[in-house]
Nanobody
């Protein structure tokens, strides 16, 4: 499966910025990656989609982060990023990188990173 490692989380004051990164490493049985995304989950709440990017570069964002967050990719480094600007306390959550892939048997699967904590507090 695809191995995902997130980094970039931390403590930031409201209005501040952070950039999360997710490095993807494909296993030998992976045929290709269909898309990557960032999710977040606050304590006691459902995990929600924050942003996704398709192989063609199309992006989608949750309404709550539109205009503030940007998802991007770097093919050379096999990494996706989430630039988070104008952070708000309600953005506090564990952020997870997600990858949807297809293996060599042409079955679709999902991989998840371990998560990185983002805390927005004054």
């Amino acid at each position: 499966q695809v191995q995902l490692v997130e980094s970039g989380g931390g403590l930031v004051q409201p209005g501040g910025s952070l950039r999360l990164s997710c490095a993807a490493s494909n296993a030998s049985n992976i045929f290709g990656i269909n898309g990557m995304a960032w999710y977040r989950q606050a304590p006691g709440k459902q995990r929600e989609l924050v942003a996704r990017i398709t192989p063609g570069g199309n992006t989608n964002y949750a309404d709550s982060v539109k205009g503030r967050f940007i998802i991007s990719r770097d093919r050379a480094e096999n990494t996706v990023y989430l630039q988070m600007n104008n952070l708000k306390p309600e953005d506090t959550a564990v952020y997870y990188c997600n990858c949807r892939y297809i293996n060599t048997m042409f079955k679709t699967g999902d991989s998840w990173g371990q998560g990185t904590q983002v805390t927005v507090s004054s």
